[in-house]
């Protein structure tokens, strides 16, 4: 059940894209379809269900204060769950300079809140539940792409900044951009910091591990 949203997910996008995009982790690849989404472009609205962890995020409301990282993930997928710790280090990090991270699941409720309740404080970051598939076709769809892990990066205009794997090291280099004061931890990321995986996992859950 909880992989059925996603299938269905890939078909539709399929369809609105024309073709699918092979997704390699941390390409960033785009369709050239002007259509297509594009970096600059203002930042879909976040329709959300229910907020699993954290507050409700309205990026409208933040917009001049605040910068998002609006990720896409499912429970099932071995590279979501690898980027989790570097997930919560950026927040730690830049979290008091104006970013809030976002990870967006269309899975059921009650499995996202047992995988989220089993990970307790290493998952530290804001969770919500996409609402009928809105939020991922207004971001995945519309940007061509079915692979997951996959984020994007808004910055306090409310434009879409940077769009790629959470691990891809190009996303430090824009985090860097926004928030060119922010403190880094002594630790840094590489303790943290997955390295990118050769594939995705495939909305339909079928990509490689």
Same mark, same amino acid.
């Not at 997930?87 to 990870?103: C, H, M, N, R, W």
């Given at each position: 059940?909880?992989?059925?949203?996603?299938?269905?997910?890939?078909?539709?996008?399929?369809?609105?894209?024309?073709?699918? %995009?092979?997704? *390699?982790? +941390?390409? =960033?690849? #785009?369709?050239?379809?002007? @259509?297509?989404?594009?970096?600059?472009? /203002?930042?879909?609205?976040?329709?959300?269900?229910?907020?699993?962890?954290?507050?409700? %995020?309205?990026? *409208?409301? +933040?917009? =001049?204060? #605040?910068?998002?990282?609006? @990720?896409?993930?499912?429970?099932?997928? /071995?590279?979501?769950?690898?980027?989790?710790?570097?997930?919560?280090?950026?927040?730690?990090?830049?979290?008091?300079? +104006?970013?809030?991270?976002?990870?967006?699941?269309? @899975?059921?409720?009650?499995?996202?809140?047992?995988?989220?309740?089993?990970?307790?404080?290493?998952?530290?970051?804001?969770?919500?539940?996409?609402?009928?598939?809105?939020?991922?076709?207004?971001?995945?769809?519309?940007?061509?792409?079915?692979?997951?892990?996959?984020?994007?990066?808004?910055?306090?205009?409310?434009?879409?900044?940077?769009?790629?794997?959470?691990?891809?090291?190009?996303?430090?280099?824009?985090?860097?951009?926004?928030?060119?004061?922010?403190?880094?931890?002594?630790?840094?990321?590489?303790?943290?910091?997955?390295?990118?995986?050769?594939?995705?996992?495939?909305?339909?859950?079928?990509?490689?591990?």
């Amino acid at each position: 059940m909880k992989k059925t949203s996603y299938i269905t997910l890939a078909s539709t996008i399929a369809m609105a894209a024309v073709a699918t %995009v092979a997704y *390699a982790a +941390g390409s =960033g690849t #785009k369709s050239a379809n002007p @259509e297509m989404g594009q970096i600059g472009d /203002p930042a879909p609205m976040l329709e959300i269900a229910s907020w699993v962890k954290g507050q409700p %995020v309205d990026l *409208a409301e +933040g917009q =001049g204060k #605040k910068a998002y990282l609006v @990720e896409f993930w499912a429970t099932w997928c /071995p590279q979501c769950e690898k980027v989790i710790p570097h997930l919560s280090e950026i927040q730690k990090e830049y979290g008091d300079s +104006g970013l809030s991270v976002v990870a967006v699941s269309m @899975e059921e409720k009650e499995v996202v809140e047992n995988f989220v309740k089993s990970k307790g404080a290493a998952m530290d970051y804001t969770i919500g539940l996409d609402k009928d598939q809105q939020t991922a076709m207004a971001y995945m769809a519309k940007f061509g792409l079915n692979g997951i892990p996959a984020s994007f990066l808004v910055d306090k205009q409310g434009k879409i900044a940077w769009v790629g794997h959470p691990a891809d090291p190009e996303l430090e280099t824009q985090l860097a951009k926004l928030f060119p004061n922010a403190e880094k931890s002594e630790a840094g990321d590489s303790a943290t910091k997955p390295a990118p995986a050769k594939k995705r996992r495939t909305l339909g859950g079928s990509g490689s591990k």
